[in-house]
């Protein structure tokens, strides 16, 4: 089955810099790879997704970068602000929305100083 | 309206004995699954389940066992509960193909004392 590796576990930065967290995957046939955001006590939200044909999407400050050769993606959380503060998990599955459910990485909490 | 809901959002219980957790989804999704998150934060997939096949998770006890009375709800029966069941619940629908991905309910924190 699929494993999803996640770094690093804590990342602290100031308000306003740049913050980066990295994952690999093992399964080559993973192709939709979405990252969630999880605040304390709330659901897990998708915040930005991306599929295996793309190697680049960007959504305002949030960015995610896709190697497939490499087997590895990465989230890119810019000109960070306090409400960014949270866990974010990335995930990975064979079939978008299908029954093999989504693997997920063990998580990123994510501290934003002031 | 809530997307996917899930009843109770809190629940305590002794050992040994059996509950349930209901989930609802509102979005006319295909699939619908049940995730435990414990108290390390990692999210682990419990089973999937469409109108078609159900798949479990090989290291979830059979003690556990979904229950789908139709495509929108999918239920979770725990029976003979022990401690290290203590965890947060969470529900997730998702439709192939469409964008959104999966939509995750609010949770149920089951503790077991």
């Known amino acids: 089955g699929e494993n999803v590796e996640q770094h690093p576990s804590t990342l602290s930065v100031q308000e306003g810099d740049s913050a980066v967290i990295k994952c690999t995957y093992s399964d080559s046939a993973s192709n939709y790879f979405p990252w969630y955001k999880q605040e304390l006590g709330k659901r897990p939200q998708l915040i930005i997704d991306?599929?295996?044909?793309?190697g680049e999407k960007k959504d305002q400050r949030i960015a995610v970068t896709l190697n497939k050769t490499a087997k590895h993606f990465s989230l890119h959380i810019t000109e960070t602000q306090p409400e960014d503060s949270a866990v974010y998990f990335c995930?990975?599955?064979?079939?978008?929305?299908?029954?093999?459910?989504?693997?997920f990485g063990k998580g990123t909490h994510l501290i934003i100083q002031p | 309206d809530t997307a996917v809901s899930q009843t109770p959002k809190y629940l305590v219980t002794q050992m040994g004995n059996d509950k349930s957790i209901k989930c609802e989804q509102n979005l006319g999704h295909d699939t619908m699954y049940w995730y435990k998150q414990d108290s390390k934060k990692f999210l682990k997939i419990m089973f999937s389940y469409n109108n078609k096949e159900l798949i479990i998770n090989e290291t979830v006890p059979n003690r556990f066992s979904p229950k789908s009375p139709d495509k929108a709800h999918l239920n979770l029966h725990i029976n003979s509960l022990e401690l290290g069941d203590s965890a947060v619940y969470f529900c997730?629908?998702?439709?192939?193909?469409?964008?959104?991905?999966?939509?995750f309910g609010s949770g149920t924190r089951l503790t077991v004392v």
């Open positions: 991306i599929r295996s044909n793309v």
């Open positions: 997730a629908s998702s439709q192939q193909g469409l964008t959104g991905g999966y939509t």
């Open positions: 995930a990975a599955t064979p079939r978008e929305g299908g029954a093999d459910g989504l693997t």
